[in-house]
C-alpha cells in the first residue's frame, strides 16, 4: 500500500506561481510512476505531468510552464509540481497519483483545490 498526501493548492491571480508537494509513504519501493492529474468542474480528470524513472511526459496545455520533480529521503517520496504562469483554466482540483511496477496497484491522494482568478 501507497499513502498520498497533497499540500499547496491555494487561490493565485493569473500568471502567478504555485507548487504543489505530495508525499509517499509505505510501500514506495513499489513505485514505478507518479504523476499529477487535475479534474475541473463538469470534466473528465486528466493527466498533467508523470514522471518515470527520471522520463517526464507532461499535458500539451501545460508543457513550458509545468515542472515535475521528485526527492527520495529514507521513507518517503516526494513528488512536485512547479505551476508557472497559471491560467484560469489551469483552476481544478489536483491529485497526485502513484503506479506501482508492472501496475499492481494504483493510488491517489486526497486532492488539492487550485483557483487562479483575478
Known amino acids: 500500500q501507497v499513502q498520498l498526501v497533497e499540500s499547496g493548492g491555494g487561490l493565485v491571480q493569473p500568471g502567478g506561481r504555485l507548487r504543489l508537494s505530495c508525499a509517499a509513504s509505505?510501500?514506495?519501493?513499489?513505485?514505478?510512476?507518479l504523476g499529477w492529474y487535475r479534474q475541473a468542474p463538469g470534466k473528465q480528470r486528466e493527466l498533467v505531468a508523470a514522471?518515470?524513472?527520471?522520463?517526464?511526459?507532461?499535458a500539451d496545455s501545460v508543457k513550458g510552464r509545468f515542472t515535475i520533480s521528485r526527492d527520495i529521503a529514507k521513507n518517503t517520496v516526494t513528488v512536485y509540481l512547479q505551476m508557472n504562469s497559471l491560467k484560469p483554466e489551469d483552476t481544478a482540483v489536483y491529485y497526485c497519483?502513484?503506479?506501482?511496477?508492472?501496475?499492481?496497484?494504483?493510488?491517489w491522494g486526497q486532492g488539492t483545490q487550485v483557483t487562479v482568478s483575478s
Open positions: 497519483n502513484a503506479v506501482s511496477i508492472g501496475g499492481a496497484g494504483a493510488y
Open positions: 509505505g510501500s514506495i519501493f513499489s513505485i514505478n510512476t
Open positions: 514522471t518515470t524513472r527520471g522520463v517526464t511526459n507532461y
